[in-house]
T-cell receptor
Protein backbone atom coordinates (compact mmCIF):
# COMPACT_ATOMS: atom_id res chain seq x y z
CA UNK A 1 0.00 0.00 0.00
CA UNK A 2 1.31 3.43 -0.95
CA UNK A 3 1.48 5.67 2.09
CA UNK A 4 2.65 9.22 2.73
CA UNK A 5 3.68 10.33 6.21
CA UNK A 6 4.58 13.70 7.69
CA UNK A 7 6.46 14.14 10.95
CA UNK A 8 6.06 16.06 13.17
CA UNK A 9 2.33 16.63 13.30
CA UNK A 10 2.89 20.08 14.78
CA UNK A 11 5.82 22.47 14.91
CA UNK A 12 6.36 25.87 16.54
CA UNK A 13 9.34 28.08 15.76
CA UNK A 14 10.26 31.71 16.49
CA UNK A 15 9.85 34.23 13.72
CA UNK A 16 12.89 34.64 11.51
CA UNK A 17 14.18 31.10 11.84
CA UNK A 18 14.68 28.75 8.92
CA UNK A 19 12.80 25.46 9.16
CA UNK A 20 12.36 22.13 7.41
CA UNK A 21 9.20 20.09 7.05
CA UNK A 22 9.49 16.39 6.27
CA UNK A 23 7.48 14.06 4.06
CA UNK A 24 8.08 10.32 3.61
CA UNK A 25 6.56 7.95 1.06
CA UNK A 26 6.70 4.18 0.82
CA UNK A 27 6.91 3.67 -2.95
CA UNK A 28 10.01 4.87 -4.79
CA UNK A 29 8.13 4.66 -8.11
CA UNK A 30 6.81 8.14 -7.53
CA UNK A 31 5.54 10.21 -10.47
CA UNK A 32 5.55 13.60 -8.76
CA UNK A 33 5.25 15.16 -5.34
CA UNK A 34 3.43 18.33 -4.42
CA UNK A 35 3.45 20.58 -1.38
CA UNK A 36 0.33 22.47 -0.33
CA UNK A 37 -0.58 25.00 2.29
CA UNK A 38 -3.98 24.98 4.01
CA UNK A 39 -5.24 27.75 6.26
CA UNK A 40 -7.93 26.86 8.86
CA UNK A 41 -11.29 26.22 7.23
CA UNK A 42 -9.93 26.93 3.76
CA UNK A 43 -8.99 24.98 0.67
CA UNK A 44 -5.53 24.06 -0.59
CA UNK A 45 -2.94 26.41 -2.01
CA UNK A 46 -0.36 24.70 -4.20
CA UNK A 47 3.18 25.72 -3.26
CA UNK A 48 5.58 23.56 -5.26
CA UNK A 49 5.37 20.59 -7.62
CA UNK A 50 8.41 18.35 -8.15
CA UNK A 51 8.45 15.88 -11.02
CA UNK A 52 10.19 12.53 -10.49
CA UNK A 53 13.02 13.62 -12.81
CA UNK A 54 13.73 16.68 -10.67
CA UNK A 55 15.58 16.93 -7.38
CA UNK A 56 14.29 20.27 -6.17
CA UNK A 57 12.08 23.26 -6.89
CA UNK A 58 12.28 26.78 -5.52
CA UNK A 59 9.75 29.57 -5.16
CA UNK A 60 10.72 32.65 -3.17
CA UNK A 61 11.56 31.61 0.40
CA UNK A 62 10.44 28.04 -0.25
CA UNK A 63 12.58 25.17 -1.49
CA UNK A 64 11.36 21.62 -1.90
CA UNK A 65 13.59 18.62 -2.50
CA UNK A 66 12.85 15.08 -3.62
CA UNK A 67 14.95 11.97 -2.94
CA UNK A 68 13.25 8.97 -4.49
CA UNK A 69 15.81 6.44 -3.29
CA UNK A 70 15.26 7.30 0.35
CA UNK A 71 11.54 7.98 -0.07
CA UNK A 72 11.76 11.50 1.30
CA UNK A 73 10.86 15.05 0.43
CA UNK A 74 11.58 18.18 2.44
CA UNK A 75 10.10 21.67 2.34
CA UNK A 76 12.55 24.32 3.47
CA UNK A 77 11.15 27.69 4.57
CA UNK A 78 13.68 30.49 4.96
CA UNK A 79 13.31 33.46 7.29
CA UNK A 80 9.92 32.35 8.63
CA UNK A 81 7.15 34.90 9.15
CA UNK A 82 3.93 34.79 11.21
CA UNK A 83 2.01 34.65 7.93
CA UNK A 84 3.61 31.28 7.24
CA UNK A 85 1.52 29.75 10.03
CA UNK A 86 -0.71 27.11 8.44
CA UNK A 87 -0.97 23.38 7.89
CA UNK A 88 1.41 22.06 5.25
CA UNK A 89 0.45 18.96 3.30
CA UNK A 90 2.54 16.90 0.93
CA UNK A 91 0.92 14.67 -1.66
CA UNK A 92 2.44 12.06 -3.95
CA UNK A 93 1.29 10.74 -7.30
CA UNK A 94 2.32 7.23 -8.19
CA UNK A 95 1.46 7.40 -11.86
CA UNK A 96 -2.29 6.87 -11.88
CA UNK A 97 -3.39 10.53 -11.56
CA UNK A 98 -4.45 9.95 -7.95
CA UNK A 99 -2.83 11.92 -5.17
CA UNK A 100 -2.05 10.31 -1.83
CA UNK A 101 -1.91 12.95 0.89
CA UNK A 102 0.28 13.01 3.95
CA UNK A 103 -1.06 13.59 7.42
CA UNK A 104 0.06 17.22 7.47
CA UNK A 105 2.25 19.36 9.71
CA UNK A 106 0.62 22.24 11.58
CA UNK A 107 3.17 25.07 11.63
CA UNK A 108 3.02 27.99 14.07
CA UNK A 109 5.45 30.89 13.74
CA UNK A 110 5.83 32.72 17.03
CA UNK A 111 6.19 36.51 16.66
CA UNK B 1 -3.29 29.61 -13.41
CA UNK B 2 -6.16 27.18 -13.67
CA UNK B 3 -9.17 28.00 -11.50
CA UNK B 4 -11.60 25.57 -9.94
CA UNK B 5 -14.70 26.75 -8.13
CA UNK B 6 -17.12 25.01 -5.78
CA UNK B 7 -20.66 25.88 -4.88
CA UNK B 8 -21.88 26.29 -2.26
CA UNK B 9 -18.97 27.19 0.00
CA UNK B 10 -20.96 26.04 3.01
CA UNK B 11 -24.31 24.35 3.58
CA UNK B 12 -26.36 23.33 6.59
CA UNK B 13 -29.09 20.76 6.15
CA UNK B 14 -31.41 18.56 8.19
CA UNK B 15 -30.74 14.88 8.65
CA UNK B 16 -32.33 12.81 5.89
CA UNK B 17 -32.16 15.43 3.17
CA UNK B 18 -29.93 15.38 0.10
CA UNK B 19 -27.30 17.98 -0.71
CA UNK B 20 -25.68 18.71 -4.07
CA UNK B 21 -22.20 20.22 -4.37
CA UNK B 22 -20.92 21.58 -7.69
CA UNK B 23 -17.33 21.66 -8.88
CA UNK B 24 -16.45 23.70 -11.95
CA UNK B 25 -13.24 24.23 -13.90
CA UNK B 26 -13.49 27.85 -14.99
CA UNK B 27 -10.75 28.26 -17.57
CA UNK B 28 -9.88 24.77 -18.76
CA UNK B 29 -11.53 21.51 -19.72
CA UNK B 30 -11.21 18.91 -17.00
CA UNK B 31 -10.96 15.38 -18.32
CA UNK B 32 -10.83 14.05 -14.76
CA UNK B 33 -12.21 15.39 -11.50
CA UNK B 34 -11.56 14.08 -8.02
CA UNK B 35 -13.63 14.36 -4.85
CA UNK B 36 -12.00 14.40 -1.42
CA UNK B 37 -13.34 14.51 2.12
CA UNK B 38 -11.53 16.04 5.05
CA UNK B 39 -12.56 15.60 8.69
CA UNK B 40 -11.37 18.14 11.30
CA UNK B 41 -7.62 18.05 11.88
CA UNK B 42 -7.22 15.19 9.44
CA UNK B 43 -5.80 14.96 5.95
CA UNK B 44 -7.66 14.68 2.66
CA UNK B 45 -9.06 11.30 1.77
CA UNK B 46 -9.90 10.55 -1.85
CA UNK B 47 -13.53 9.49 -2.26
CA UNK B 48 -13.85 8.99 -5.99
CA UNK B 49 -12.47 9.76 -9.41
CA UNK B 50 -14.75 10.84 -12.22
CA UNK B 51 -14.11 11.09 -15.92
CA UNK B 52 -16.37 13.08 -18.20
CA UNK B 53 -19.13 10.96 -19.64
CA UNK B 54 -18.41 7.81 -17.64
CA UNK B 55 -19.23 6.40 -14.24
CA UNK B 56 -17.18 7.45 -11.27
CA UNK B 57 -14.66 5.10 -9.67
CA UNK B 58 -15.08 4.98 -5.91
CA UNK B 59 -12.38 4.28 -3.36
CA UNK B 60 -12.74 1.32 -1.05
CA UNK B 61 -15.19 2.00 1.75
CA UNK B 62 -17.03 4.84 -0.01
CA UNK B 63 -20.70 4.06 -0.68
CA UNK B 64 -21.53 4.89 -4.28
CA UNK B 65 -25.27 4.98 -3.58
CA UNK B 66 -24.69 7.45 -0.77
CA UNK B 67 -22.35 9.76 -2.65
CA UNK B 68 -23.65 10.19 -6.19
CA UNK B 69 -21.17 11.71 -8.63
CA UNK B 70 -22.07 13.07 -12.04
CA UNK B 71 -19.49 14.41 -14.48
CA UNK B 72 -21.80 15.59 -17.22
CA UNK B 73 -19.43 17.95 -19.01
CA UNK B 74 -15.75 18.82 -19.24
CA UNK B 75 -16.24 21.72 -16.85
CA UNK B 76 -18.73 20.44 -14.28
CA UNK B 77 -18.89 17.60 -11.78
CA UNK B 78 -21.46 17.28 -9.01
CA UNK B 79 -21.42 15.34 -5.74
CA UNK B 80 -24.78 14.59 -4.17
CA UNK B 81 -24.84 13.41 -0.58
CA UNK B 82 -28.08 11.45 -0.33
CA UNK B 83 -30.02 11.07 2.92
CA UNK B 84 -27.36 12.98 4.78
CA UNK B 85 -26.68 12.19 8.43
CA UNK B 86 -24.57 14.03 11.05
CA UNK B 87 -21.63 11.71 10.43
CA UNK B 88 -21.50 13.02 6.84
CA UNK B 89 -20.63 16.47 8.16
CA UNK B 90 -17.23 17.25 6.71
CA UNK B 91 -15.23 19.47 4.38
CA UNK B 92 -15.60 18.31 0.77
CA UNK B 93 -12.94 19.38 -1.75
CA UNK B 94 -12.82 18.74 -5.47
CA UNK B 95 -9.92 18.93 -7.88
CA UNK B 96 -9.65 18.89 -11.65
CA UNK B 97 -6.99 17.86 -14.10
CA UNK B 98 -6.54 17.86 -17.85
CA UNK B 99 -5.03 14.67 -19.26
CA UNK B 100 -2.90 13.85 -16.24
CA UNK B 101 -1.61 17.35 -15.62
CA UNK B 102 -1.28 18.87 -12.17
CA UNK B 103 -4.46 18.74 -10.07
CA UNK B 104 -6.07 22.10 -9.40
CA UNK B 105 -8.15 22.30 -6.24
CA UNK B 106 -11.42 24.02 -5.45
CA UNK B 107 -11.90 26.09 -2.27
CA UNK B 108 -13.96 23.39 -0.57
CA UNK B 109 -17.53 23.05 0.74
CA UNK B 110 -18.30 22.82 4.44
CA UNK B 111 -21.29 20.50 5.02
CA UNK B 112 -23.01 20.45 8.38
CA UNK B 113 -25.86 17.99 8.90
CA UNK B 114 -28.09 18.70 11.89
Amino acid sequence: KQEVTQIPAALSVPEGENLVLNCSFTDSAIYNLQWFRQDPGKGLTSLLLIQSSQREQTSGRLNASLDKSSGRSTLYIAASQPGDSATYLCAASFGNEKLTFGTGTRLTIIP
Amino acid sequence: GAVVSQHPSWVICKSGTSVKIECRSLDFQATTMFWYRQFPKQSLMLMATSNEGSKATYEQGVEKDKFLINHASLTLSTLTVTSAHPEDSSFYICSATYRGSEQFFGPGTRLTVL
